[in-house]
């Protein structure tokens, strides 16, 4: 492929150089003009490809065995569908995006009313219910009416006269970005809680309201959900792109264009309501073979796309090169995700994730399963796809749930969806991005054998038949029934819902019952007693979180939830570890400790984090008094967790518990004490700085006396020649409570070369925790009698700081040390380090450079390295240069793009990604360089993002979560976390053997693993 790029280049300049020998023979006297040079990829002509009918797209589809794709609505019905609504009576409100992608001045969007009057399954009545929209994107069924999400604005719009025409137009919201017309705002669903949920995408909004002056709320990085009938708007975790969808247990999933299946893990308003705490992901990615993982397309790629990739390779254009160069196979544009939970499909406890690729005509289909406290999610369809079409204008952009449990697909139909920013100007002429805007289609899909009969609607049903929905397989009907009652209100829906609880038979019914009676104001609690001891855990989950309001002034109900915190199931821990905060009880800082002693996974413990809220110094209290649980190896960081926050947030009563813990006789609990300190000597500079509250001053002294007996402990251990070599490395770290100058000539005694190499990692890690100039002058000391390993840590450690880092850029220049011995992330760290002192000083040095010239490189390397090698020599070539960043056959760690995924795109592909890697940069995979207030500079990929925190993986998979409130600077360098320059480290034979080690061990494992 990348041949054939160089070839295509090649035939440009050659037409270049033929135009100006045109040119010389012109006479002098008469000059020619020198003609502008062709635009990339205007010299190929591309063939435009025709659409096909309904009938003969249809019959381009294919399904899995046992299901079938039903036709029920195309245009003139239906024209360029991207979201739509069920009514309680079967009529659809459909959006029509017709001015996608650059007429949104035209103001050409629509809402349209189908109807299936005869009863067929075929949506043949048609209507336009609004119109005069730009780029609409949104719809949800409410009150009789619909709201539109039309950015800027979401409207609310209703017919009142029964003309099918709404006659009501009304602003609700407005400050939603356009910038970006694939990141816009998209997907209104309802909630559980009674709220329409939506996804406010990569453009964000700054949410104002016409009724109320002076309103606004930033949802930069978060979605949003509002009530309809007070209009009160909450943010909500965000960060998917475009679709969304709940599944039976009210749980959230979204995805991005290449990343295609993500589940919320945490919610907004928990996290929100302590910013002295962080988690490392709110939102995750829960596909078992990646993010972008591979999909198997049965269309053939188009001709533009190949077109441009070729461009973009051989550098004719500027973009990012995917796949390695691969124009498809891959997940490019996701754009909706629904979890199938219809009733009418086979199995229908499981939960199915299906995930529309608009780019690749197809949809496609995995199974999640819980997996901790959230899910994940796996291939079922092996080497092809749910649905997939011979039609590259079959374009799949959202699914949703229909009356009668199918899945109704939206199809755009259009030649090309694409963001018209992304293609050349050579290219871009060429097509027709307008083309389809006079074409739709909608699909179902069903079990083979299903016929179509007329669902049972809610339109005109009774409030008990309304309470039994709420039971129903068809989630699609439990929703519509929820709404409903919360629209209606009915004056005697407790009674009727109570009746209903006692016989509802699923577990998502007594939910939504729960909701219902919530909903109306009826919810009782001895209802939330029992069902806090129903057999299902999700119900004694949603048990907890609506008896939240309550805790503080029910003491059965309080006492109830406080037992739970023996229920051993994961999700019920979570719930219980979140809800906990919203209670102001004494008793539940003892519950928090013992959720955190219990629980060894990550997440829970940071659920009940986030709830100490104004309790940080009672929860301390209690697990250091736990010494068992101290000694554990997880106790140091939620220690240290807990303690800055109490330092952060200054609460006299929390800095009083601290100095108690502190002024304990000596002996009596000395292991927390110990702990304590450490997490103290941890902290920021500044944390302890003034007198107000007068405990800071008391902790400093505190700190410092018992830091003294720490240190004096520590060094005599370090003198004692027998102690064990594990005593050795703690008691080095100890030493981090001294000053440096105290402890620096022990260190650096500790650093001579007789010594273990356990030592000197634990000294070098010791010497990170200083912020003493002098640190560096130490490390540098014994550069040149590092092991490989230990330079490595040495160099993590003094581009910490801008002095060490200043240092060290100084050490090779003056000692002629070549920067080729530091390995490449380091030496791309030193290029693009903040402080310009040090960029300066390593653009001089000899040997820095890496080729600028990727292309030549690669193909340089291209004849030997894609030749024959070695598997068992390339093993040790990616242990020594690729594990810290890559997994594969067991060996290494996730910290880069999944290498088995990116072997199925060929060896070719992982060459020119090795050789290249900022050709092709995942925004997954940026690296980003955060400075923090006292002084540190981090460098990684984003790992997580909360409102409170921001999370790094670096090297090693090594994780670093810094509070917002700490971060002083965060940027990216635009740049692959993985360098350039590897063909200073691995020659090509060696390459050969990395590549056939790679190919070899990646393909038996599959790209799912």
């Not at 195309?74 to 609504?85: F, G, H, L, R, Y």
Request: neutral net charge; charged residues 25%.
């Amino acid at each position: 492929m990348l041949n054939r790029s160089l070839v295509f280049v090649s035939t440009l300049l050659l037409s270049a150089v033929c135009q100006c020998g045109a040119e010389s023979t012109s006479p002098a006297t008469n000059p020619v003009t020198k003609p502008a040079a062709p635009e990339p990829g205007s010299e190929v002509k591309l063939a435009r490809v025709p659409p096909m009918t309904p009938e003969q797209s249809h019959a381009a589809t294919e399904i899995q065995p046992g299901f079938r794709i039903d036709l029920v609505a195309t245009e003139p019905q239906v024209i360029d569908p991207v979201a739509m609504s069920f009514d309680e009576s079967g009529r659809i409100y459909v959006v029509e995006m017709r001015d996608y992608s650059e007429k949104d001045k035209a103001r050409l969007g629509r809402v349209r009313l189908l109807s299936d009057k005869d009863g067929d399954g075929r949506y043949e009545t048609s209507t336009v219910f609004l119109d005069d929209l730009s780029w609409p994107t949104a719809v949800i069924c409410y009150d009789g009416g619909v709201f539109v999400g039309s950015p800027p604005d979401i409207l609310y719009c209703k017919d009142t006269n029964g003309d099918g025409k709404a006659d009501i137009r009304k602003v609700i919201y407005t400050g939603f970005s356009r910038s970006n017309v694939q990141g816009m705002m998209n997907t209104l669903l309802w909630g559980l809680d009674h709220k329409i949920y939506g996804q406010t995408s990569s453009a964000g909004a700054t949410l104002t309201r016409p009724d109320k002056p002076g309103w606004e709320c930033n949802l930069s990085g978060r979605d949003f959900c509002f009530d309809p009938k007070t209009l009160e708007v909450s943010t909500a975790t965000g960060g998917g792109q475009h679709g969304m969808s709940f599944n039976r247990w009210g749980d959230r999933f979204v995805c991005q264009n290449s990343d295609h299946l993500q589940a919320i893990v945490f919610e907004e308003r928990y996290l929100e309501r302590n910013p002295f705490q962080s988690v490392v992901s709110a939102r995750r990615s829960i596909a078992t073979d990646g993010p972008q993982a591979t999909v198997y397309r049965l269309s053939p790629v188009e001709a533009w796309r190949i077109l441009r990739t070729k461009l973009r390779v051989s550098g004719a254009v500027p973009g990012l090169i995917e796949g390695g160069g691969r124009p498809a196979g891959y997940f490019t544009s996701a754009t909706g995700v629904l979890l199938y939970e219809g009733g009418l499909w086979p199995n229908n406890d499981e939960s199915i994730a299906l995930v529309a690729d608009v780019g690749s005509n197809l949809i496609h289909r995995k199974r999640v399963t819980p997996d901790g406290v959230t899910y994940r999610g796996d291939r079922i369809d092996k080497e092809t796809e749910f649905v997939r079409s011979k039609d590259i204008w079959f374009r799949p952009v959202q699914m949703t749930l229909g009356p009668e449990g199918g899945v109704y697909v939206m199809d755009m139909y259009r030649e090309v969806i694409e963001h018209p920013l992304s293609l050349p100007a050579g290219i871009k002429k060429q097509l027709d991005l307008t083309s389809g805007d006079d074409k739709g289609r909608l699909y179902r899909i069903v079990p083979t054998g299903y016929k179509y009969v007329r669902p049972r609607l809610l339109a005109e049903v009774s409030v008990a038949e309304l309470a039994a929905a709420l039971d129903d397989a068809n989630q699609w009907t439990r929703t519509t029934a929820l709404r409903l009652i919360y629209e209606r209100q009915p004056p005697d829906a407790g009674k009727v819902l109570h009746e209903q609880y006692a016989r509802t038979r699923r577990p998502e019914g007594r939910i939504a019952v729960l909701y219902a009676l919530d909903s109306v104001k009826a919810l009782e609690d001895a209802d939330l007693l029992t069902a806090l001891g129903d057999i299902h855990p999700q119900v004694r989950r949603h048990a907890i979180r609506l008896s939240e309001s309550r805790l503080d002034r029910s003491t059965p109900l309080r006492d109830k939830v406080l037992a739970l915190v023996s229920d051993r199931d994961p999700v019920v821990q979570f719930q219980l570890a979140l809800s906990l905060g919203e209670c102001h009880d004494s008793a539940v800082a003892g519950a928090l400790a013992s959720i955190i002693v219990r629980s060894a996974n990550r997440d829970i413990v940071d659920a009940a984090l986030t709830s100490l809220v104004d309790r940080a110094g009672a929860v301390l209290t209690v697990l250091l008094a736990d010494e068992k649980w101290v000694a554990s190896p997880s106790a140091d960081s939620v220690i240290a967790a807990i303690t800055g926050q109490i330092a952060r947030q200054r609460r006299t009563a929390d800095l009083g518990a601290l100095v108690q813990l502190l002024e304990q006789p000596q002996g009596k609990h000395a292991a927390g004490a110990a702990a304590l300190l450490k997490a103290l000597g941890h902290l920021p500079a500044d944390a302890l700085n003034g007198n107000d509250p007068p405990q800071l001053a008391k902790l400093r002294d505190l700190r410092q006396t018992a830091a003294k007996a720490i240190v004096a402990e520590a060094v005599r251990v370090l003198s004692d020649s027998n102690a064990k070599a594990e005593d050795r490395a703690a008691a080095i770290a100890d030493l981090a409570l001294d000053k440096f100058d105290a402890q620096q000539q022990l260190l650096a005694k500790l650093l001579a070369s007789q010594e273990p190499a356990a030592v000197h990692a634990a000294v070098l890690a010791t010497c990170g925790q200083f912020d003493s100039p002098k640190v560096a002058e130490l490390v540098l000391s014994q550069w040149a009698q590092y092991a490989p390993s230990e330079r490595l840590q040495a160099t993590d450690v003094l581009l910490r700081r801008s002095a060490w880092a200043l240092a060290l850029a100084q050490y090779l220049q003056n000692q002629n040390v070549p920067i080729t011995t530091l390995d490449p992330p380091h030496i791309a760290r030193l290029v693009n380090y903040p402080l310009p002192a040090v960029r300066e000083i390593v653009k001089k040095l000899q040997g820095q450079n890496v080729s600028a010239d990727r292309q030549q490189v690669f193909n340089e390397y291209r004849e030997i390295a894609l030749g024959k090698g070695d598997a068992g020599e390339g093993r040790k070539v990616f242990e020594k240069n690729c594990s810290v960043c890559h997994e594969v056959g067991g060996l290494g760690v996730a910290v880069g793009p999944n290498l088995a995924a990116m072997v199925n795109r060929g060896a070719e592909s992982v060459l020119y990604n090795v050789l290249a890697p900022n050709m092709e940069v995942d925004p997954r995979f940026l690296e980003y360089i955060l400075s923090t207030k006292d002084g540190q500079v981090l460098n990684g990929v984003i790992a997580g993002e909360t409102s409170t925190a921001v999370t790094l993986r670096g090297q090693e998979n090594k994780t670093t979560t810094v509070l917002r409130v700490d971060i002083d600077d965060l940027h990216t360098t635009g740049k692959s976390l993985m360098p350039e320059g590897f063909e200073k480290l691995i020659d090509k034979q060696s390459m050969a053997n990395l590549i056939t080690f790679l190919v070899q061990t990646a393909g038996s494992q599959g790209a799912g693993k």
